[in-house]
Structures are given as C-alpha cells and as structure tokens.
C-alpha cells in the first residue's frame, strides 16, 4: 500500500485528479465504496495552452509510477489510447444516426476530457452489508461510458 500512496490522487503534483484511490475514499455509499482504483486521462503536457488559457485544470499529465515498468506503456499506449479511438468511432456512429456528417463532432473532440478509471473491487462474502457496497449508486457524466469488465459477476 505504501508503494501505491505515492501515487495518491489527491498529493497529484498536477492537481488534475490523476492517480490512486485507496480504498474507502471515495464515499457514494454510507461506508465508503468498497473499491480502489487508478484514474488516468489524455496525457497532455503541464504546460498545455488549454489547461493554462480556459482554466482546464484536469487536463494535463498523467501521474504514472516510477517503479513499474511497462504499466504506461500497456495501460496508456495500448488501451487507453485504443478505447479513445473506439469513442471516436462511437461518435461518429452517433452523428451518423442523427443524419450528419461522421466527422459532425471531431472539432470538439480534439482534446476530451476522457477519463479511464482501472478500478479493484476486492471479493465480497455471501452475506453483505447493505450499507458497504463496492460503488454506491451514481451516475457517470460523460457523453457516454465504455465498460469493459472480465467474466467475474458483480458490476451491474
């Protein structure tokens, strides 16, 4: 757990909401969400006209570990870098849908504020609390949501 503070979301250097999430810190239910969790966005620059000129403040870099190696390069280049293209595509299904042009939305989707979260929810018993639950319930703010999960059961 050490290790993993040192990325903490919230001594991020950047201060745009990058970085690790212990366990019960985020609070949607009574006992704080049963969850843990690395948020990540488009990799900009700390210095980017956008982040500096609008008050963007989440955009910026990413706060990656020092010590694991690989982990930018496969989750970052490869996934995260994959579903932002798959998001284009699902926008272009979109405009398409409403009669546009396929690139209807590709101005205003040069820079989204697209957020992956690579969340850990731990095994839960047989018998649950009802008042510790792994995410209370919430709504996502997005345009929309790409959820990828395993074959486990328990995301809804």
């Known amino acids: ?21 212990p366990m019960f810190e985020e609070k949607l239910s009574l006992k704080g969400d049963l969850k843990e969790g690395f948020d990540l966005a488009m990799e900009l620059p700390a210095d ?17 570990p020092e010590n694991l190696q690989g982990f930018r390069e496969c ?6 870098l994959t579903m932002l293209s798959l998001g284009h595509q699902v926008l272009e299904a979109f405009a398409l849908s409403l009669h546009l042009p396929s690139n209807y939305f590709k101005d205003i989707c040069q820079k989204p504020m697209v957020t992956m979260r690579l969340l850990h929810y731990p095994p839960q018993p047989i018998i649950i609390d009802e008042y ?5 319930s919430h709504t996502d703010y997005e345009c929309f949501t ?4 395993s074959n486990q059961s328990g995301l809804q």
């Open 1 to 21: 757990i050490e290790d993993k503070m040192k990325l903490y979301i919230g001594s991020c250097p950047y201060k745009n909401n990058r970085g690790y999430t």
């Open 48 to 64: 980017d006209k956008d982040r500096i000129e609008r008050g963007a403040s989440l955009y910026g870099p990413n706060f990656w």
């Open 75 to 80: 989750i970052y280049d490869e996934y995260y």
């Open 132 to 136: 510790q639950l792994g995410c209370g």
């Open 146 to 149: 790409l959820l990828s999960q």
